[in-house]
């Protein structure tokens, strides 16, 4: 069973544009690296693997892929999936057993005693998993919790399969833990903090000695990091900080602890939450107003900077989760998209446990799946007590007014009092893509780069102090986010494409699978996988259970970017104004025609004026010289007038005969 996460490490393998590497060494960020071909040495930079992350041309853990089924060597049976394609039942087993693993770790450790156990069964069996299965023995339960840790917190191991049966490891020797326990308690139990890697060393020193007083056969076998620390977790927490820090800071730090408030290291504890800002944004294209746009936000605890970030016009969903959980785990090459950011953002990868509040989106079927997926334990903090998170709290009304309150037009305020005469839908001028880019600058250049109180120091300098590269987890699979979130629904595959919330998606490619596929017996019906923050493409899943991305048709290419909730208005403002939003292209072809044939009427108008000017000269010159020679009269004698007439608007002359001449 394989781990869904893998990390940039001494021993890890990737391959570059094709080639196979294994890091062995990195010196002051440059990894000394060997060629799996040729057995030569190069020089890799640390920072060019990081931009590379996420692209074709880098693969991480170049073995076989958990996210292939066919990849498991040690039988049929897959090393990954999605939760969507298990079965209902399968679903709510995997999740029971899921729950109840994590009250587990939580209350004592990752490796709980047998007494733990049996309690824990006895409490809070029924009420975490709703007896959704028989209650199993202290036996099966470890069992679980073995293999769900060895597995990297893959749910696949979560799954009741005949080849997971079995538990053939042996117990640890009595002797072997005493001596642990003498080591932990001589070295590490101090005020002094010695780490567990010298603990390790005078652990090891210890069975040595006792092994030299006994026969080959009864010798003891040599500890390893993880004894040592699975020794540690059966000591009361409490006892052991006391040990370390002191008692005064032992009493601190547990009076909050209990709710782990207090975090040591990045990436124990991540907070998420949501506002909506007090601003108002317009459309890029027709200046509609829009609404005040959500900012759903994650912070480290422990550095209290700012690891990830969404915006979207759409309340608060598991796609709008999941798009800040992208833009949190995995590496922000910030500075190409806005040069004006002077600073990186630095901040990224999988954390161990994520602090939410009780609101429905997190109880959502897509946040769970999501967190399943990534081995990311999710903890609720109580009903009405914000301040169990008040970190992400803090940093939420900080930027609400930090950005907002610079803002030219369209602030909201905080309320109605403060609001005033102002009126924001009038004055809004700023689109949701300059919003973004104003708070991607305030978060990065001037949030993690200022001095915070609590660290005294900056997040930025707080996080590159404690987090170590070859420390930080990554998804084996960068495009995971995409294939675990997102609505599912069920969908014709028409000659034309396939329409989903009055958008129609087509391609060239995807319309030659549809001869493949389709069958002329009936309509072809396909699962489709969409997002309310892009309605610019969807994820079809064939028939075959490979998966295509499928982008709207030229006619509603303008839809790419934009959110279900934008796109309505958008539309509704068509209909509102009497137009035909389906044919809107066509509206615009309009304009255009419009224009062009408006500046042919200016240009005519404009030879029409010349013309009658001169006509009005000529005219008038004519009157002035009172001699006028038309047609012959019956006498065949010019007839002289003295009285001529000019017509003004027409420059048409008239004469008045008043008398003839012989």
């Excluded at 016009?313 to 598991?318: A, C, K, R, Y």
């Excluded at 970190?391 to 930090?402: D, K, L, Q, Y």
């Excluded at 010349?610 to 004698?637: C, G, I």
């Amino acid at each position: 069973m394989r781990s869904i996460s893998t990390s940039i490490s001494s021993g890890s393998s990737i391959k570059i544009d094709g080639v196979e590497f294994l890091l062995k060494q990195i010196v002051d960020g440059i990894w000394n690296a060997e060629n799996k071909k040729t057995g030569a040495y190069e020089r890799i930079d640390g920072k060019d693997i990081i931009k590379l992350y996420g692209t074709e041309r880098l693969q991480l853990g170049v073995s076989a892929s958990v996210l292939n089924p066919l990849a498991n060597t040690a039988g049929n049976n897959p090393t990954w999936t999605t939760m969507d394609k298990l079965p209902e039942d399968t679903q709510a087993l995997v999740r029971s057993r899921r729950l109840f693993l994590e009250h587990l770790e939580k209350q004592f450790g990752p490796s709980p005693d047998a007494k733990s156990i049996n309690f824990q069964l006895a409490a809070d069996w029924s009420r975490i998993t709703k007896n959704l299965e028989k209650m199993p023995s202290m036996q099966t339960i470890r069992r679980w919790l073995k293999r769900y840790q060895k597995s990297g917190k893959n749910i696949i191991s979560l799954m009741g399969r005949e080849t997971f049966r079995g538990n053939t490891s042996k117990r640890v020797d009595e002797k072997l833990e005493e001596l642990g326990l003498e080591a932990l308690h001589s070295v590490y139990l101090k005020p002094e903090r010695f780490t567990l890697k010298l603990t390790l060393s005078i652990y090891k020193n210890l069975v040595m000695k006792e092994n030299e007083l006994r026969n080959e056969g009864d010798r003891l076998k040599i500890p390893t990091i993880s004894l040592l620390r699975s020794l540690l977790t059966k000591l009361p927490p409490e006892d052991v900080y006391a040990a370390r820090h002191g008692i005064n800071a032992a009493r601190a730090k547990y009076r909050n602890a209990v709710h782990n408030l207090i975090v040591d290291q990045p990436f124990q504890r991540y907070e998420i939450d949501h506002t909506q800002l007090d601003i108002m944004v317009v459309d890029a294209r027709t200046g509609i107003n829009l609404g005040r746009p959500w900012l759903t936000m994650i912070l480290d605890k422990s550095c209290k900077a700012i690891t990830g970030k969404s915006i979207s016009m759409e309340p608060p969903s598991g796609e709008s989760l999941a798009k800040a959980f992208k833009h949190a785990i995995m590496p922000k090459n910030i500075k190409s998209k806005y040069p004006e950011i002077i600073n990186d953002w630095d901040m990224h990868g999988l954390p161990i446990l994520i602090v939410c509040d009780n609101g429905m989106e997190f109880y959502g079927k897509a946040f769970f799946d999501m967190c399943f997926q990534l081995g990311i334990r999710v903890e609720f903090m109580p009903r009405k007590r914000p301040w169990w998170k008040g970190s992400i709290e803090r940093g939420m009304r900080t930027i609400n007014a930090g950005v907002c309150g610079v803002m030219p037009g369209g602030r909201t305020f905080g309320s109605i009092t403060e609001k005033g005469d102002y009126d924001p839908v009038k004055t809004s001028v700023i689109t949701l893509e300059e919003l973004e880019k104003f708070i991607n600058i305030w978060i990065v250049d001037i949030y993690n780069q200022s001095f915070h109180r609590t660290i005294q120091t900056s997040p930025a300098t707080k996080w590159s102090t404690l987090v170590d590269p070859e420390d930080i987890l990554y998804p084996e699979d960068p495009n995971v986010f995409d294939k675990i979130t997102g609505q599912i629904d069920l969908r014709s595959w028409m000659h034309y494409g396939i329409e989903l919330n009055h958008v129609v998606y087509n391609s060239y490619e995807f319309k030659h699978l549809y001869n493949q596929f389709h069958t002329k017996k009936r309509t072809q019906k396909v699962k489709v996988r969409w997002s309310a923050e892009d309605v610019g493409q969807i994820t079809v899943i064939l028939p075959d259970d490979s998966h295509i991305v499928v982008p709207a048709t030229d006619r509603y290419s303008y839809t790419k970017g934009m959110s279900l909730r934008h796109y309505r208005l958008t539309r509704q403002d068509l209909i509102n104004r009497g137009l035909d939003p389906e044919n809107e292209q066509n509206v615009e072809d309009a304009k255009v025609r419009l224009f062009y044939q408006s500046q042919q009427a200016g240009k005519d108008g404009k030879k029409r004026k010349a013309q009658y000017k001169r006509d009005l000269a000529k005219a008038e010159m004519l009157t002035k010289k009172h001699v006028f020679k038309p047609a012959e009269t019956s006498t065949n004698k010019p007839v002289i007038f003295d009285q001529v007439f000019v017509n003004p608007e027409s420059a048409e002359v008239a004469v008045f005969e008043t008398r003839f001449s012989r």
